[in-house]
DNA sequence: TCAAAAGTGTTCAATTTACACCCATGT
DNA sequence: ACATGGGTGTAAATTGAACACTTTTGA
């Protein structure tokens, strides 16, 4: 019942490279691996695993980003689709990259041993195989056009922040830095967050109130024809 | 030579779906064709091709967009990969999105009873197979924004344009109205532009300067920290 | 001569940027 | 009591939005 036309066609290996980001120390991870199988065993690479049958291209992504973070349910965008002839040097391979925002918080951190896997500062990454390089430029370029027009920042904090933790994720994201007056007023007028009762001391004794973000409130302004800008 | 590891793997058929953009009329047009094969022959779609073996995915655009435009070297963006696992009804196919710019002067009309394929009013296109209308919507998205931060928009127009024409270009893609001083100051404060010796003529008695984008002067541009915004 | 589109500047409103001091608390 | 990071408002500058009339010329 397959149409011919689509049989005299070629098939080809598809895969997915996550970059699995999280935001610890005042800086942005990226986590990677050494690969586990040749060509260039042992080399750092992205996180991958092939697409199956019975799998559509998100949930491929979510299976590599459990197996590597034991974390489900994870803000995911997809970045592109690499498919250079040569790009991966054993066969032909057409990936297809995502990020990932995880709240470092909740990472096993068991599962770097089992993996081979690292937490690796952004700015600091070093050679990558194949393209992966180029992807992760991609990517990083891409976050921040993602993060200054709709709020998925948050997907790298703990549910519970404090506007300093907010806004140095920020400045890590746009590699800049930012003035704090004029940051807080611009994200406390868009009556998105929800202050909190109580406050965060582990950085200073004084203390900073805890925020969520509200993503109810976030729905309503758009509807109003507000938009999401930091 | 294959590692063993790849040879495990399933294979996918994977394909390119081109959005054939043009404006003529003061509208944007999407190129659509009727399914040459089945499942679903004869039904209207966008133009796709099968990836071959010796093929990056651009050259496949580049191929598919050839064969229905006859023209080359084109202005390409990707959109990206789709992959749910029953997306095509015939078999598994993931499908790499592209949309095209082209200008539709330099388009050959003989082709489109070749392929059997129409210039359709962006705003009026019906139903088409599979995700391809979703697909549509990403692209009507992602080219607002990109024309927005990027000088793209001239890849729809001949090499001499008008200023009219230029703001109704504009006005299509934003699907607004636009105020014309503020439109000319904003693109001749940019000085991306060379204004031409010669008018046209066929809009209205009076003439309208023809214009050229000028590259080499974005690039410049682009170097001094300035950025495009329309 | 008139209809139809091309061309041209200024004012006001809104947004963004720059900037400095007091507060709370643990040591 | 003091050091450390948290918290707050205003003024200036820039950017974006609104707006109306003159020019050209073919029919």
């Known amino acids: 019942m397959t149409p011919l036309f689509y049989k005299d066609q070629e098939r080809f290996y598809v895969s997915v490279d996550c970059l699995i980001l999280g935001f610890k120390n005042d800086k942005l991870y990226l986590l990677i ?8 065993k042992g080399q750092d690479s992205l996180m991958g695993g092939f697409i199956r049958p019975d799998e559509s291209l998100s949930e491929t992504v979510t299976r590599v980003v459990y197996e590597y ?6 803000f995911m965008e997809q970045v592109g689709a690499y498919g250079e002839v040569g790009r991966d040097i054993g066969e032909r391979v057409i990936s297809l990259a995502y990020y990932a925002l995880i709240d470092i918080q909740s990472f096993d951190e ?8 690292r937490w690796q500062e952004l700015e600091t990454v070093g050679e990558l195989i194949f393209d992966h390089k180029q992807i992760l430029q991609d990517t990083i370029e891409q976050l921040r056009k993602k993060a200054a027009a709709e709020p998925i920042g948050f997907n790298l ?11 140095t994720l920020y400045e890590a994201i ?3 830095t930012l003035d704090k007056r ?8 868009m009556e998105i967050l929800e202050k909190q009762d109580d406050k965060d001391k582990s950085s200073s004794k004084r203390g900073a109130f805890y925020y969520k973000f509200n993503k109810e409130k976030y729905d309503q302004l758009l509807k109003k024809g507000y938009y999401f800008s930091l």
């Open 182 to 189: 004029n940051f807080r007023k611009k994200i406390l007028e």
């Open 157 to 167: 904090l703990p549910e519970k922040f404090t506007l300093p933790q907010l806004q």
């Open 69 to 74: 973070t034991g974390i489900q349910d994870v």
């Open 33 to 40: 691996t050494k690969r586990k199988f040749e060509p260039l």
């Open 110 to 117: 068991q599962l770097c041993k089992v993996h081979n896997a």
């Open 174 to 176: 746009y590699q800049t």
